[in-house]
């Protein structure tokens, strides 16, 4: 995936090989301009959409009886319905959310949001459940088996980010804190492209909206001999999970017109940022400002030094074979690589990260069988989502976030 070759991936095509319902369910929330009520049951109503731009609704409500006044604010998911007098959208369950006060004074009672969500929270939690759908769907459709990983694991050594420790038992043991090396042992057994969305925990200190420790994954790993042929499939799964989300009308969440994929290897861009090294496993501030200058959508950054890599990410004793999915220069979102296959070389680097070969065993047994090629790629979910929405945080996409002191329990 040379830079100079790149190019805007075309969504249009794409879209083409998935057939979307006619009518789908839309997120409608917005404040009452005028309704005309035909009987206990059946309301027309005219929106204005809830964030007071100048869009307008007519919202076709069939169910249960509801009071309702000019100025009211009301929520539901409904379904849009195009005819020869125009579009409008019907629906049979309807929450009024804020009510205006009568001519006594007095304002009627309120359902209350649930967990205490306002309107534009509701839509970046739909948004976060209509794009994990979206991504397991262009998984199916790329021939990758859905896989679960163990949550409860035995006692991996630390790394980087330290593991929630429990008693399993009388045994020590830990939330998972990647499963990479689970869809590497799985590759050896016969499956050959394995996609996952899944759960993993991190004791991040301290944890925050921003870096979740419970957060939801998104991985890929195929047996290949191209790294790129993962990029590349990635790349259609993620612009799938973005055009799934065009189909609803979101008052709040605004998307981007549209993405492309470049790529730049690591040597060109601390060139390119007046570096000649870094300090740590991520890419220092002046090479985040080039990227955020010089890229306006995705951009791949490959080829990092082997110290900064995981012990099972291949690599020539210099550089790997890996790759970082960047959103301009925010953050990045992505990142894999391909497999050593070479059993010697596992110990050879565990030991110079210091890390026991021995905690590896049961993984080691299947490296010395023969690792086929693999190649794999992951990506936080909600992670993803706030780098591209934007204004936003990774928290903003849970339901009931585990950070700081937050409560454990909904």
């Known amino acids: 995936m040379d830079e100079s070759k790149s190019q805007p991936v075309c969504e249009a095509s794409l879209m083409a090989i998935f057939i979307f319902r006619k009518y789908v369910m839309q997120y409608i929330s917005g404040r009452v301009e005028r309704y ?144 990479m090396i689970y869809h590497q042992m799985m590759l050896a057994n016969g499956f050959s492209k394995v996609y996952e969305a899944g759960k993993l925990f991190r004791k991040e200190n301290p944890s925050s909206a921003r870096r979740l420790a419970e957060f939801t994954i998104f991985g890929v790993a195929v047996k290949t001999q191209d790294l790129a042929t993962v990029m590349q499939d990635l790349e259609n799964i993620i612009l799938h999970g973005f055009n799934a989300l065009k189909a609803y009308s979101y008052d709040h969440v605004h998307l981007p017109d549209g993405f492309r994929f470049d790529t730049v290897t690591f040597d060109d861009l601390l060139a390119r940022s007046g570096l000649t090294e870094i300090d740590g496993a991520q890419l220092p501030l002046k090479c985040r400002q080039y990227l955020d200058e010089h890229y306006d959508s995705f951009v791949w950054v490959t080829g990092f030094p082997e110290i900064t890599r995981p012990f099972y990410i291949r690599s020539d004793g210099s550089r790997c074979e890996d790759c970082q999915l960047w959103f301009r220069g925010r953050i990045y979102v992505a990142a894999g690589g391909m497999v050593e296959n070479v059993s010697a070389r596992y110990r050879e680097r565990m030991l110079a990260r210091g890390q026991n070969p021995d905690a590896f065993h049961e993984y080691l047994k299947y490296v010395e069988t023969g690792m086929p090629e693999t190649g794999q790629i992951d990506f936080g979910v909600e992670r993803l989502l706030a780098a591209v929405i934007g204004s936003s945080q990774a928290a903003d996409y849970t339901w009931f976030p585990r950070y700081q002191n937050i409560c454990m329990q909904p």
């Open 36 to 179: 005309r009520r035909f009987s206990n049951d059946f309301i027309l109503i005219r929106l204005k959409s809830a964030d007071l731009q100048s869009v307008t609704k007519t919202l076709a409500y069939r169910g249960p009886y509801l009071r309702l006044r000019r100025g009211d604010t009301v929520s539901c998911y409904a379904q849009k319905k195009e005819h020869s007098a125009g579009i409008d959208y019907v629906c049979e369950t309807l929450t009024i959310y804020a009510k205006t006060r009568s001519s006594r004074g007095k304002a009627d009672p309120v359902e209350e949001l649930p967990s205490g969500k306002s309107l534009s929270e509701l839509e970046m939690l739909h948004v976060r459940s209509v794009f994990e759908h979206a991504l397991c769907q262009a998984a199916g459709h790329y021939d990758y088996l859905p896989v679960r990983s163990p949550t409860l694991v035995n006692s991996w050594p630390d790394g980087n980010t330290p593991p929630f420790r429990l008693n399993f038992y009388d045994f020590p043991g830990r939330l998972t804190i990647s499963n």
